[in-house]
């Protein structure tokens, strides 16, 4: 059984609660839990080739039941689950998913892997279902960070899913628990390498049509923001070392609402952390 799409060819985002295909190989299924971290909400990517029976899908979801049963439903049989990385609004659902679909569930990290022993390594491809899944490890925005590239069909652009290291729109945090920017920089140069022509699947917003000009810019925002929070240690005197985050904080983000200085804390002390190393 392979479920039909909603009928209206130009659907956009978001689409909370039905699922909507975005290229011949993937649909996605929006999660009703918008915030100011999950933008709308989290993207569910049911990856299937064109006549196949069996579907792979990527980042389940958060706890939701009624988000996992219609995923369940739409993808039909789950050959395979894969996890582009740890945080709980992609990850806290699996084990009802498995229990709603059986699946093999393989993530970097073996925590979350079920129904399987082998964790997801960088480099490795994947062919299951008539799919060709690349992985590639791209920590930064958490350690166990991975994005997928999915192949097209002869002639047609292959995809970028790329969890919550490229998002639709916006920028992504890098979690200060083990995020580092040199590690997210050097995931950016090497999206940059395979990314162009390439459909963009984020795990947050809307999809994009190419991947590439959406990682050339992430890039160039983070030189930005570095050189403003370099600009901001020699306005106050202070060392990359020693500078308190939420000083910086205060005076390159003095202009934003106050709502958005602890996210902008965390990323003001990941970068603090970089220049102290790097300069
Ligand atoms: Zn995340």
């Given at each position: 059984?392979?479920p039909?799409?909603?009928?209206?060819?130009?659907?956009?985002?978001?689409?909370?609660?039905?699922?909507r295909?975005?290229?011949?190989?993937?649909?996605?299924?929006?999660?009703?839990?918008?915030?100011?971290?999950?933008?709308?909400?989290?993207?569910?990517?049911?990856?299937?080739?064109?006549?196949?029976?069996?579907a792979?899908?990527?980042?389940?979801?958060p706890?939701?039941?009624?988000?996992?049963?219609?995923v369940?439903?739409?993808?039909?049989?789950?050959?395979?689950?894969?996890?582009?990385?740890?945080?709980?609004?992609h990850?806290?659902?699996?084990?009802?998913?498995?229990?709603?679909?059986?699946?093999?569930?393989?993530?970097?990290s073996?925590?979350?892997?079920?129904?399987?022993?082998?964790?997801?390594?960088?480099?490795?491809?994947?062919?299951v279902?008539?799919?060709?899944?690349?992985?590639?490890?791209?920590?930064?925005?958490?350690?166990?960070?991975?994005?997928?590239?999915?192949?097209?069909?002869?002639?047609?652009?292959?995809?970028?899913?790329?969890?919550?290291?490229?998002?639709?729109?916006?920028?992504?945090?890098?979690d200060?628990?083990?995020?580092?920017?040199?590690?997210?920089?050097?995931?950016?140069?090497?999206?940059?390498?395979?990314?162009?022509?390439?459909?963009?699947?984020?795990?947050h917003?809307?999809?994009l049509?190419?991947?590439?000009?959406?990682?050339?810019?992430?890039?160039?925002?983070?030189?930005?923001r570095?050189?403003?929070?370099?600009?901001?240690?020699?306005d106050?005197?202070?060392?990359?070392?020693?500078a308190?985050?939420?000083?910086?904080?205060?005076?390159?983000?003095?202009?934003?609402?106050?709502?958005?200085?602890?996210?902008?804390?965390?990323?003001?002390?990941?970068?603090?952390?970089?220049?102290?190393?790097?300069?």
């Open positions: 059984m392979t039909e799409a909603t009928a209206d060819p130009h659907p956009g985002h978001p689409l909370p609660g039905k699922l295909q975005v290229t011949p190989y993937a649909a996605v299924l929006l999660c009703d839990n918008p915030s100011v971290m999950t933008l709308e909400g989290t993207n569910t990517w049911i990856l299937r080739a064109p006549g196949r029976e069996e792979v899908v990527v980042d389940p979801g706890k939701d039941k009624k988000h996992l049963k219609k369940a439903k739409a993808a039909g049989t789950v050959a395979l689950t894969l996890v582009t990385h740890r945080h709980a609004d990850t806290a659902g699996l084990k009802r998913w498995e229990e709603l679909t059986r699946s093999p569930i393989r993530a970097f073996e925590k979350y892997c079920i129904n399987t022993a082998t964790p997801l390594t960088g480099g490795e491809v994947i062919e279902a008539g799919l060709r899944i690349e992985v590639l490890h791209t920590p930064g925005h958490t350690a166990d960070s991975l994005s997928f590239l999915v192949d097209g069909a002869e002639g047609e652009p292959g995809a970028l899913v790329s969890g919550d290291t490229i998002l639709g729109r916006g920028t992504t945090v890098l200060a628990s083990d995020g580092t920017l040199a590690d997210y920089l050097g995931s950016l140069e090497a999206l940059s390498t395979v990314a162009a022509g390439r459909v963009l699947l984020p795990g917003g809307p999809d049509p190419d991947s590439g000009p959406v990682v050339a810019a992430y890039a160039a925002h983070r030189q930005d570095l050189q403003q929070v370099r600009d901001a240690l020699a106050l005197g202070l060392s990359a070392a020693d308190k985050p939420m000083k910086v904080v205060k005076h390159v983000y003095r202009d934003v609402d106050k709502k958005a200085w602890p996210a902008a804390r965390q990323s003001v002390k990941v970068q603090l952390a970089y220049l102290a190393e790097h300069g």
